[in-house]
């Protein structure tokens, strides 16, 4: 049995909200180049085209230089809202503990309780600084492994991800 405890913080609920967000739909970490890319094509080709910045030419690339805009802003409002989210949550800055075992992982926090069945579990993914647990497709908890006591621990959940039918995504980072 392991037990994991960590304070749930607004810099651990951003991360939490940026690593599901980048799980769930990858091209979201290219969205500020794309949105810069866009944004410099809408200037230059009307220059290039025109050799003037605003004509009538230059309308739909005009256009470009919006949707970069918002291209660039997306990944902003998304730590916007996250900490948003955590100030209303009952949870806020209150410690959140993980007991888990070989046959089932409970959560623990200031305002609910939950346990998941291995099997429960669509997947997991292990990224550089915790785990994504996913009861539901589009839904994650995350767990830092800062709230790990000690290494073996780690290696204990690993094998017991390992050992269960879940899919399990990354590894320990080499």
Not at 51 to 67: A, K, M, N, Q
Not at 70 to 75: A, D, E, K, S, Y
Not at 81 to 106: V, Y
Not at 151 to 170: A, M, P, Q, T, W
Request: proline share 6%; hydrophobic share 45%; net charge positive.
């Amino acid at each position: 049995m392991i037990e994991v405890k960590f304070k749930y913080t607004e810099a651990e609920a951003i991360r939490s909200v940026v690593e599901i967000t980048r799980s769930l739909s990858k091209p979201v970490i290219f969205m500020p180049w794309i949105g810069a890319a866009m944004i410099l094509a809408g200037i230059a080709l009307p220059l290039i085209q025109d050799g003037e910045l605003f004509s009538r030419s230059s309308i739909p690339f005009l256009f470009g230089v919006l949707f970069g805009l918002l291209f660039i802003i997306i990944p902003m409002l998304t730590s916007y809202f996250a900490r948003k989210n955590f100030r209303a949550n009952p949870s806020a800055n209150s410690e959140i503990s993980w007991t888990i075992s070989r046959e089932d992982l409970h959560i623990k926090t200031a305002s609910s309780e939950a346990r998941f069945r291995w099997h429960q579990l669509v997947k997991i993914e292990e990224k550089k600084k915790g785990f994504l647990l996913f009861p539901q497709p589009r839904n994650a908890h995350w767990i830092p492994k800062s709230g790990f006591s000690c290494e073996r621990d780690l290696d204990v959940f690993r094998d017991l991800i390992r050992n269960s039918d879940v899919e399990y995504k990354g590894g320990p980072p080499s």
